[in-house]
């Protein structure tokens, strides 16, 4: 346990926990607007035990180091390019954030909004999603962790110290999409962008994640100065 007087394991530690910090922000914008439908209370259960179990399943792919490092191992050969399991499933993620998108725009603008399943159904449905796509977000995650840490116990805590932000910061987010119509519509156009971003990676065309966020970043602002402006407007009525 010399290891942990080490300075370099703790510089270790920021670095990764700042990595899966910003990385997460995929997840909480997926999150954010997948429990939209649901209920208040029912919500906020859904955020708590969908990403507790989302915590458990990063933990778990850690402790499988060796079969994680196996995704990158070639699996076949499609038109001239070698494909992994990685690869499969980035892509496979990224189709299901395009369908859900594209489906949630369609409910909200076509339909006004899709009549409510049921409650229990619709709870687990979500539970089921935010595990899923949270699998999907931290593959490229940890396999990065691991080329930057050499002692699973910090890549465990830097783990848990992101998804305890998550956690923090989902909640305030799902609450102000949900209060303000146009920034879901915004949140959804994320998905999509994102989406685009994991297939790319999926069949080898690498987008660099900088460009996606600040996009977003960029957005997000003109979004807020928007919404504080209208809040303004209705203030002087």
């Known amino acids: 346990m010399t290891w942990i007087a080490d300075p370099a394991i703790w510089a270790s530690l920021v670095t990764l926990t700042v990595m899966e910090i910003v990385l997460g922000i995929d997840n909480i914008v997926f999150i954010s607007v997948i429990v939209g439908r649901l209920p208040a209370a029912m919500a906020k259960r859904a955020r708590q035990i969908g990403l507790l179990l989302a915590l458990v399943f990063r933990i ?3 402790a499988a180091l060796s079969w994680l490092i196996g995704l990158s191992a070639p699996l076949f050969t499609a038109f001239g ?3 992994t399991w990685r690869d499969v499933i980035l892509i496979a993620g990224g189709l299901f954030l395009l369908y ?3 489906h949630e725009i369609h409910a909200d603008m076509e339909e006004g909004g899709e009549k409510a399943p049921k409650p229990l159904h619709s709870f687990f449905s979500v539970l089921v999603q935010i595990v899923l796509i949270d699998i999907v977000f931290s593959v490229d995650s940890i396999i990065t ?5 050499e002692h699973i116990e910090i890549m465990v805590a830097a783990v848990v110290i992101a998804m305890a932000v998550m956690y923090a910061a989902s909640g305030p987010i799902a609450g102000f999409i949900k209060e303000h119509p146009t920034t879901k519509m915004l949140a959804l156009a ?3 962008l994102i989406g685009v971003a994991l297939i790319a990676d999926g069949i080898g065309f690498h987008i660099p994640r900088a460009y996606i966020y600040f996009a977003m970043a960029f957005s997000a602002g003109v979004e807020a100065i928007n919404v504080i402006a209208a809040r303004r407007r209705r203030a002087r009525r």
């Open 60 to 62: 778990a792919l850690l």
């Open 81 to 83: 390019e070698v494909v």
């Open 100 to 102: 859900k998108a594209t």
């Open 145 to 149: 962790a691991i080329g930057m840490a």
């Open 190 to 192: 994320f998905l999509l």
